[in-house]
């Protein structure tokens, strides 16, 4: 990580699997072993409803797995299939070029983003926090600050010791998400004076929120009432670099 505080003025910590991307953190798994993807679907839809922890779910996950994701499967599923919103790398380099760290806080896989970035699919961020579950040797293009997200509350933490070490005040902070597994973190991020954004809302991060009087202060793209069916159509009409004008106004001064 950079060792100057104030090298960033302010930070954005985001989800990425159905929240910048309308893919899901299994999806490179059921593309090389299509045979599992009922099992996997089922466990993301536990662990970000709540049912089950993050750990749970990798446990589940390591037991259906007939051998490891090699670079080569993890490419060829990136080749045929990496997808983010439109607008998302914009808006990453929109952040960067101004001194706004953005930060990749999410349950998808450290092996997935270090191919991501390897293979230059989205601009490199500075900090990443993911799961560990798929991890390959380190590369000059994995992002400088790897931290591992083992449950759904770690994205609190590891945005918190971000936060600490850049010295970053606490109406510079900004915390977005999709699903309940976000819940933890908009929970962190309410006491900590953080900006919370709902990004394609499910019901799950809404009822997790309402139940615990967490506030979502701004809602962009698609939001999902109960039992509501994805969208993915008309998700993939929003443009996040539409999310400049408030961000500015969010982060006064950026």
């Given at each position: 990580m950079h060792d100057r505080v104030g090298t960033f003025n302010a930070v954005i910590s985001s989800?990425?699997?159905?929240?910048?991307?309308?893919?899901?953190?299994?999806?490179?798994i059921a593309f090389n072993h299509p045979h599992l993807e009922a099992e996997l679907s089922r466990a993301f839809r536990r662990y970000t409803g709540?049912?089950?922890?993050?750990?749970?779910?990798?446990?589940?996950?390591?037991?259906?797995?007939?051998?490891?994701?090699?670079?080569?499967?993890?490419?060829?599923?990136?080749?045929?299939?990496?997808?983010?919103?439109?607008?998302?790398a914009d808006l990453i380099e929109w952040c960067l070029s101004r001194g706004i760290l953005f930060m990749i806080n999410t349950t998808a896989m450290i092996g997935y983003f270090q191919r991501v970035f390897a293979k230059k699919l989205l601009p490199r961020?500075?900090?990443?926090?993911?799961?560990?579950?798929?991890r390959y040797a380190a590369r000059g293009t994995d992002p400088e600050d790897v931290r591992e997200l083992n449950e759904t509350r770690d994205k609190g933490k590891n945005t918190a010791a971000v936060v600490q070490h850049f010295?970053?005040?606490?109406?510079?902070?900004?915390?977005?998400?999709?699903?309940?597994?976000?819940?933890?973190?908009?929970?962190?991020?309410?006491?900590?004076?953080?900006?919370?954004?709902?990004?394609?809302?499910?019901?799950?991060?809404?009822?997790?929120?309402?139940?615990?009087?967490i506030p979502i202060r701004l809602r962009f793209g698609v939001s999902y009432g109960e039992g509501e069916g994805r969208d993915l159509e008309k998700e993939k009409r929003f443009d996040f670099m539409d999310l400049v004008e408030p961000l500015q106004a969010i982060l006064t001064g950026c």
């Open positions: 989800d990425w699997s159905e929240c910048l991307s309308p893919s899901g953190p299994f999806d490179f709540n049912e089950i922890t993050l750990g749970e779910a990798g446990q589940k996950i390591r037991s259906l797995l007939p051998g490891p994701v090699t670079e080569e499967m993890m490419d060829a599923y990136l080749d045929r299939s990496f997808a983010a919103y439109p607008g998302v961020v500075p900090v990443l926090s993911a799961n560990p579950l798929v010295g970053i005040p606490a109406g510079r902070i900004v915390v977005m998400g999709d699903r309940g597994g976000d819940g933890p973190h908009f929970e962190w991020a309410a006491p900590a004076g953080a900006f919370t954004i709902g990004s394609m809302t499910k019901h799950s991060l809404s009822s997790y929120c309402r139940d615990r009087d």
